[in-house]
């Protein structure tokens, strides 16, 4: 069973920058065919897209937050982590990180990390 854990701070000042943590259990971020997403979801809203890191390392980013999210993997602690700077307020959710395979299925998610940006 894959098993994925997001570690975080919970609240971070305005213009500050998050570093989220996924660890992942239970299979190799380094497995052919799928992918590692980092998703938010906005109070009261849905999901959002931050971005991706195929198992071969390739990443991808949702356009509106490519100048300010940075993904990244250390694969001898199986980890994934996410960067995002220069925070708003329109940054406070819930952050997930979620494993996917073919046919954009997700299989396994993480329970999420509540993330607030306030002063």
């Known amino acids: 069973q894959v098993q994925l854990q997001e570690s975080g701070p919970g609240l971070v000042r305005p213009s500050q920058t998050l570093s989220l943590t996924c660890t992942v259990s239970?299979?190799?971020?380094?497995?052919?065919?799928?992918?590692w997403y980092w998703v938010r979801q906005h109070p009261g809203k849905g999901l959002e897209w931050i971005g991706e890191m195929g198992w071969d390392g390739i990443r991808k980013y949702h356009p509106a937050l490519k100048s300010r999210a940075t993904i990244s993997r250390d694969t001898a602690k199986n980890q994934f982590t996410l960067q995002l700077n220069a925070l708003t307020p329109e940054d406070t959710g819930r952050y997930y990180c979620?494993?996917?395979?073919?046919?954009?299925?997700?299989?396994?998610w993480g329970q999420g990390t509540q993330v607030t940006v306030s002063s």
């Open positions: 979620v494993r996917v395979g073919f046919y954009y299925y997700a299989d396994y």
């Open positions: 239970g299979g190799s971020i380094t497995t052919r065919n799928y992918w």
